[in-house]
């Protein structure tokens, strides 16, 4: 009698350890995922809220928001304006841009139709600091459509290999994110490095021109389109094609790790004047970047106006901005309080209130409070995209109906 009590009891304290064991497994395969931490937080101010607003420049806005509007009339009704869908969807916008003044409205009636349109959100990151905010142009450089003399350096066309992945199509939780690449032996692998192509080139690859210093079509690879001045005195625009799939490690970021250059005082002239001082090192400090661009050749067209961006609109400048396309959607306006260099080095900085409209990407742009200025091309913006670099605050304009969805604030996640 004791040895069967004994052996029930045996049998049953077995069955309650293998049922915890089953029932804690269980458990752990199908306790939900922890939340995902707050990115940012959208606050609901007013125009009131915006630092010199009523004194603002709104028109390289206003003619950068119409030529979104081309855009957006076409997108389908139902996609979403940025991550979760924070700013409503394209149907949201569609009957703004009907209501968008034509061009040459008197700065009265475009600030109108902006207040009247939309509302603030003052965009506050959860960690870091705010920014920072940069500046971006369209350098120049000489090149001929032959390779003669110094110019040997080529500027390519995309591969026949190269492709284009947008993830968003396979899984929805990844919208906005991308991998471009190159295809070999079907397989799908990132493109060959910047040392590879500078030391081998490409195969089956159309070289679109030979420019005649490398250090400029390097930096023409970083600003990501441009304009060449061909040496039959003509003029064409390298826009932007494609990327062969590594990431972007900015050289100004390797030049202050090795002790060749002070982070104090550090900007795009400065990284040039240390390449161009220092040939016989300037190629290895180069391939430490292992990004690199392709292009594609575009008529000049209007020669106030940069090459199209990621929308696919011709860029305005001070009047189009890049952003993080993972987060903010394509066409909506940013109002941004920082400053800005002087175009002389030995005058001082400026503040710099401006609204802008999210018109490109950068592969260093991340994040929910970051954007990236366009200045457009010459001397100027070259001396004031190369040394902008300062914190500020961040506001998106949101359609009226869509931010009276927020009662005050609201939580962003990202990706």
Same mark, same amino acid.
């Given at each position: 009698?004791?040895?069967?009590?004994?052996?029930?009891?045996?049998?049953? +304290?077995?069955?309650?350890?293998?049922?915890?064991?089953?029932?804690?497994?269980?458990?752990?395969? /199908?306790?939900?995922?922890?939340?995902?931490?707050?990115?940012?937080?959208?606050?609901?101010?007013? &125009?009131?809220?915006?630092?010199?607003?009523?004194?603002?420049?709104?028109?390289?806005?206003?003619? @950068?928001?119409?030529?979104?509007?081309? #855009?957006?009339?076409?997108?389908?009704?139902?996609?979403?304006?940025? #991550?979760?869908?924070?700013?409503? !969807?394209? @149907?949201?916008?569609?009957?703004?841009?009907?209501?968008?003044?034509?061009?040459?409205?008197?700065?009265?009636? !475009?600030?109108?139709?902006?207040?009247?349109? &939309?509302?603030?959100?003052?965009?506050?990151?959860?960690?870091?600091?705010?920014?920072?905010?940069?500046? %971006?142009?369209?350098?120049?450089?000489?090149?001929?459509?032959t390779a003669h003399g110094n110019y040997r350096t080529p500027i390519y066309g995309l591969p026949m290999?190269?492709?284009?992945?947008?993830?968003?199509?396979?899984?929805?939780?990844?919208?906005?994110?991308?991998?471009?690449?190159?295809?070999?032996?079907?397989?799908?692998?990132?493109?060959?490095?910047?040392?590879?192509?500078?030391?081998?080139?490409?195969?089956?690859?159309?070289?679109?021109? %030979?420019?005649?210093?490398?250090?400029?079509? &390097?930096?023409?690879?970083?600003?990501?389109?441009?304009?060449?001045?061909?040496?039959?005195?003509?003029?064409?625009? +390298?826009?932007?094609? *494609? $990327?062969? *799939?590594?990431?972007?490690?900015? #050289?100004g970021r390797v030049l202050i790790a090795r002790g060749l250059l002070d982070r104090k005082g550090m900007?795009?002239?400065?990284?040039?004047?240390?390449? /161009?001082?220092?040939?016989?090192?300037? $190629?290895?400090?180069?391939?430490?970047?292992?990004? %690199?661009?392709?292009?594609?050749?575009?008529?000049?067209?209007?020669?106030?106006? *940069?090459?199209?961006? !990621? /929308?696919?609109?011709?860029? !305005? =400048?001070?009047?189009?901005?890049?952003?993080?396309?993972?987060?903010?959607? +394509?066409?909506?306006?940013? %109002?941004? #309080?920082?400053?800005? =260099?002087?175009?002389?080095?030995?005058?001082?900085?400026?503040?710099?209130? $401006?609204?802008?409209?999210?018109?490109?990407?950068?592969?260093?742009?991340?994040?929910?409070?970051?954007?990236?200025?366009?200045?457009?091309?010459?001397?100027?913006? /070259?001396?004031?995209?190369?040394?902008?670099?300062?914190?500020?605050?961040?506001?998106? &304009?949101?359609?009226?109906?869509?931010?009276?969805?927020?009662?005050?604030?609201?939580?962003?996640?990202? =990706?």
């Amino acid at each position: 009698m004791w040895q069967r009590t004994w052996r029930f009891a045996s049998a049953l +304290l077995l069955f309650v350890i293998v049922a915890a064991g089953v029932a804690l497994l269980l458990w752990r395969i /199908e306790k939900p995922s922890p939340p995902i931490a707050p990115l940012a937080i959208l606050r609901r101010v007013t &125009f009131a809220d915006l630092p010199s607003w009523k004194e603002t420049d709104l028109g390289p806005a206003m003619e @950068a928001f119409q030529r979104s509007c081309a #855009v957006l009339n076409v997108k389908p009704a139902g996609a979403k304006m940025g #991550v979760e869908g924070y700013a409503g !969807t394209v @149907a949201d916008w569609r009957g703004l841009c009907a209501r968008v003044p034509q061009a040459g409205a008197n700065a009265a009636a !475009t600030r109108a139709f902006f207040e009247s349109a &939309f509302l603030p959100l003052e965009i506050r990151r959860f960690e870091g600091s705010e920014g920072p905010f940069t500046g %971006y142009y369209e350098p120049e450089l000489a090149a001929s459509r032959t390779a003669h003399g110094n110019y040997r350096t080529p500027i390519y066309g995309l591969p026949m290999t190269w492709v284009r992945a947008d993830l968003g199509a396979f899984r929805q939780d990844l919208g906005g994110e991308h991998v471009e690449g190159c295809v070999h032996e079907h397989r799908f692998l990132p493109c060959p490095a910047r040392a590879e192509i500078d030391a081998h080139g490409l195969a089956d690859t159309p070289i679109l021109l %030979y420019a005649n210093d490398p250090i400029s079509v &390097f930096f023409l690879h970083i600003q990501g389109s441009g304009r060449a001045r061909l040496d039959d005195g003509s003029m064409v625009r +390298l826009a932007y094609a *494609g $990327q062969n *799939g590594w990431p972007y490690t900015p #050289v100004g970021r390797v030049l202050i790790a090795r002790g060749l250059l002070d982070r104090k005082g550090m900007s795009m002239q400065a990284i040039r004047a240390w390449l /161009e001082a220092n040939p016989g090192e300037a $190629q290895n400090v180069m391939n430490s970047d292992q990004s %690199y661009v392709f292009f594609s050749e575009k008529p000049m067209g209007d020669i106030e106006l *940069g090459s199209p961006g !990621t /929308e696919g609109v011709p860029l !305005t =400048p001070r009047g189009s901005l890049a952003v993080d396309p993972r987060i903010h959607p +394509l066409g909506a306006p940013f %109002y941004i #309080v920082s400053t800005r =260099p002087d175009p002389d080095p030995r005058r001082p900085d400026h503040p710099f209130r $401006q609204l802008l409209i999210a018109q490109d990407t950068g592969g260093a742009i991340r994040g929910p409070a970051r954007g990236d200025v366009f200045w457009g091309y010459g001397q100027d913006a /070259e001396s004031i995209a190369g040394r902008m670099k300062a914190a500020g605050r961040m506001f998106v &304009f949101v359609p009226r109906t869509v931010a009276a969805r927020f009662r005050t604030s609201a939580e962003l996640h990202g =990706p």
